[in-house]
C-alpha cells in the first residue's frame, strides 16, 4: 500500500508560479511511475505530467506543456509539479498518482494509487 499527500497549492494570480509536492511512503517509490492528474468542477479527471522512476521520460498533457514541469527526489519519496504561467483553466483540484510500472502511463485507469488532492486557484 502507498499512501500519496499532495501540498502546495493555493490561490494566486494569472501569470504566477506554484509549485506542488507528493510525498509518497513506502520505499518502493523509486521503483514507481508518478503521475499528476487535475479536475476542474463539472470536468472529468485529465492527465497532466508524468515521470518515469529515474526520470528519463516526462510526458506532458499539450495545454501544459512549457509552462509545467514535473520532477521527483527518490531519495525525499517526492514528487513535484512546477506550474509557471498560470491561467485560469489551470485552476483544478491537482491529484498526485503512483504506477507500479517503469512504463510511462498518461490515463487514469493505469494509476493504482491515488492522493486526496490539492486544490489550486487562479484568479484573473
Same mark, same amino acid.
Given at each position: 500500500q502507498?499512501q %500519496?499527500?499532495?501540498?502546495?497549492?493555493? %490561490?494566486?494570480?494569472?501569470?504566477?508560479?506554484?509549485?506542488?509536492?507528493?510525498?509518497?511512503?513506502?520505499r =518502493? +517509490?523509486? =521503483? @514507481?511511475?508518478?503521475?499528476?492528474? *487535475?479536475?476542474? $468542477?463539472?470536468?472529468?479527471?485529465? +492527465?497532466?505530467a508524468?515521470?518515469? $522512476? !529515474? &526520470?528519463a521520460? =516526462? $510526458? @506532458? !498533457?499539450? $495545454?501544459?506543456? &512549457?509552462?509545467? %514541469?514535473?520532477?521527483?527526489?527518490? !531519495?525525499? @519519496?517526492?514528487?513535484y509539479?512546477?506550474?509557471?504561467? %498560470?491561467?485560469?483553466?489551470?485552476?483544478?483540484? @491537482? +491529484?498526485?498518482?503512483? *504506477?507500479?510500472?517503469?512504463?510511462?502511463?498518461?490515463?487514469?485507469?493505469?494509476? *493504482?494509487?491515488? &492522493?486526496q &488532492?490539492?486544490?489550486v =486557484?487562479?484568479?484573473?
Amino acid at each position: 500500500q502507498v499512501q %500519496l499527500v499532495e501540498s502546495g497549492g493555493g %490561490l494566486v494570480q494569472a501569470g504566477g508560479s506554484l509549485r506542488l509536492s507528493c510525498a509518497a511512503s513506502g520505499r =518502493t +517509490f523509486g =521503483t @514507481y511511475t508518478m503521475g499528476w492528474f *487535475r479536475q476542474a $468542477p463539472g470536468k472529468e479527471r485529465e +492527465f497532466v505530467a508524468a515521470i518515469t $522512476p !529515474a &526520470g528519463a521520460i =516526462t $510526458p @506532458y !498533457a499539450d $495545454p501544459v506543456k &512549457g509552462r509545467f %514541469l514535473i520532477s521527483r527526489d527518490n !531519495a525525499k @519519496y517526492t514528487v513535484y509539479l512546477q506550474m509557471n504561467s %498560470l491561467k485560469p483553466e489551470d485552476a483544478a483540484v @491537482y +491529484f498526485c498518482a503512483a *504506477r507500479t510500472s517503469i512504463i510511462v502511463g498518461t490515463t487514469i485507469s493505469e494509476y *493504482r494509487y491515488w &492522493g486526496q &488532492g490539492t486544490q489550486v =486557484t487562479v484568479s484573473s
